[in-house]
């Protein structure tokens, strides 16, 4: 959470990074996998008084291609991808197709979408910005950042799960970093 919270805060206020703080704050609050991300289009999209319902239309896990909705609400700080992602819409005139797609210099908007590369490019790129290692992060680092700041802060692994698609615990527990090292561990309850 901290790492996304500096990241967006160095985004700079061009349609591009309007564009990357919609993919970074989405694929984050929704623990994407990056293919997910943006394998997105407008019409899975549903704006609703809570936040935003996405219908994730096949994953990874899901290869009969059943789809499942993942609700992401409203949040409470300045990193809302709710409001990013609408945002990004409006900036970018979108109406229908990929939601998160290339931007050209010039700030014309590509009419296909991302590859699941260029989500990895962007999480490196303004890793290495704000000062992390980007070697340490990957589109992926999206998804696990979510898992792992969710169970810090103590939410049931059933809920993690239900955002992330996981089908059981054990797979879940291998996206969980060590920052759980501290969560409620046993000699800092004791001493």
């Given at each position: 959470r901290e790492d996304v919270l500096a990241v967006i805060?160095?985004?700079?206020?061009?349609?591009?990074?309007?564009?990357?703080?919609?993919?970074?704050l989405v694929g984050f609050a929704g623990a994407?996998?990056?293919s997910e991300l943006v394998g997105l289009n407008v019409e899975d999209a549903k704006f609703a008084?809570?936040?935003?319902?996405?219908?994730l239309r096949r994953s990874k896990?899901?290869?009969?291609?059943e789809g499942r909705d993942i609700g992401i609400p409203f949040a409470r700080s300045r990193a809302c991808p709710v409001?990013?992602?609408?945002?990004?819409?409006?900036?970018?005139?979108?109406?229908?197709?990929?939601?998160?797609?290339?931007?050209?210099?010039?700030?014309?908007?590509?009419?296909?979408?991302?590859?699941?590369?260029?989500?990895?490019?962007?999480?490196?790129?303004?890793?290495?910005?704000?000062?992390?290692?980007?070697?340490?992060?990957?589109?992926?680092?999206?998804?696990?950042g979510l898992i792992t700041s969710a169970a810090k802060l103590g939410v049931s692994t059933y809920k993690i799960r239900q955002q992330s698609g996981h089908r059981?615990?054990?797979?879940?527990s291998r996206y969980i970093r060590d920052g759980e090292l501290f969560v409620m561990n046993a000699a800092g309850a004791v001493l």
């Amino acid at each position: 959470r901290e790492d996304v919270l500096a990241v967006i805060d160095a985004l700079p206020p061009t349609l591009k990074g309007i564009r990357d703080r919609a993919l970074l704050l989405v694929g984050f609050a929704g623990a994407f996998r990056r293919s997910e991300l943006v394998g997105l289009n407008v019409e899975d999209a549903k704006f609703a008084p809570e936040g935003l319902i996405l219908k994730l239309r096949r994953s990874k896990t899901d290869q009969e291609g059943e789809g499942r909705d993942i609700g992401i609400p409203f949040a409470r700080s300045r990193a809302c991808p709710v409001k990013g992602l609408r945002a990004w819409l409006d900036q970018a005139s979108i109406t229908s197709g990929p939601i998160f797609r290339g931007v050209a210099k010039g700030g014309r908007i590509q009419s296909s979408a991302m590859t699941s590369q260029s989500v990895a490019l962007v999480v490196k790129h303004y890793a290495a910005k704000v000062g992390l290692d980007p070697k340490k992060f990957s589109g992926h680092s999206l998804r696990a950042g979510l898992i792992t700041s969710a169970a810090k802060l103590g939410v049931s692994t059933y809920k993690i799960r239900q955002q992330s698609g996981h089908r059981s615990d054990a797979m879940l527990s291998r996206y969980i970093r060590d920052g759980e090292l501290f969560v409620m561990n046993a000699a800092g309850a004791v001493l």
